[in-house]
């Protein structure tokens, strides 16, 4: 119908490649466009103003000798002053393009190792796009942008990088559970030595207070008592104790049977033993 009346459509976004009798005559914008077809006039084709990603996946070899497949991403679109260079002078910019990203890639990448292609992927990116601009522009093509969006090494290359990154972390986690277990030992040892430090000064505390309630005792009975010396003070104080003691393990039925002198001469013994330590206690604290 638009023929019959000699008028074309154009959408938007788009334009159209007007040529009369075979040869380019003009870029039609979009909208409503006259093209008598009386006089020779019709379309030749349109191209998208639209903006247009290919990805190009490429196979190559590192300096280490590493087969990566390595995968751009290239966003391009036709320039509107050029439409005619990109109709005409291209037939597949598809494939032109893939040739232009396969050149460059391929002679980055051989120049680096492994570890280095994955570090330095945007100079890759900005080279492959550099490349392609001042390429592409020529046939009326604007490239936007490049990104290497993936970087595949082979499946027993990704294993045994997986391999050593996973040694790499055990081994830093060993090494930080030896040193946790080394602290806590050592803390743990700490505590015990302060303890057992603590427990020592209290039963030496234990034992001076003991002997200096004993000493008053016995000082202050002998002197309230006329004609009784220390040693017959302290032998009633200890037989006040032995039958204390006795009494004190018959009261209680769950307690544990204990074996000792019971006769009253054992008594004499006890407190003789019992008193030449205290002695001695008494002369090492004056000393």
Known sequence: MG?????????????????????FEKVLNPG?????????????GHLTLRLQQLDVQCETKTKDNVFVTVVASIQYRV??????????RLSNPTTQIKAYVFDVIRA????????????????????????????MTAYGYEILQT?????????????????????????VAAN????????IQIKRA???????????????????????????????FAGNVPGTSAKDVLDMVMMTQYFDTMRDIGAHSKSSAVFIPHGPGAVSDVATQIRNGLLQANQTHHD
């Not at 409503?32 to 030749?44: E, H, K, M």
């Not at 051989?110 to 492959?128: G, H, R, T, Y």
């Not at 930080?176 to 602290?183: D, Q």
């Open 190 to 220: 700490e505590g015990e030595a302060e303890s057992k430090y603590l427990s020592g000064l209290g039963i030496a505390r234990q034992r001076q207070a003991i002997v200096d309630g004993l000493r008053d005792s016995v000082l202050g």
């Open 79 to 88: 320039l509107v002053d050029k439409a005619s260079d990109a109709f005409y």
């Open 3 to 23: 023929n019959l009346f000699c008028c074309v459509l154009v959408k938007q976004s788009d334009v159209a490649i007007k040529e009369r009798f075979g040869k």
């Open 176 to 183: 930080e559970k030896a040193e946790a277990e080394k602290i």
């Open 147 to 171: 990104l290497i969006i993936d970087i595949e090494p082979d499946q027993q290359v990704k294993r045994a990088m997986n391999e050593i990154n996973a040694a790499a972390r055990m081994r």
């Open 108 to 135: 980055c990448v051989p120049k680096l190792n492994l570890d280095d292609v994955f570090e330095q992927k945007n100079e890759i990116a900005k080279s492959v796009e550099e490349e392609l601009d001042k390429a």
């Open 32 to 44: 409503l466009q006259f093209v008598p077809w009386i006089i020779g006039d019709y379309v030749a």
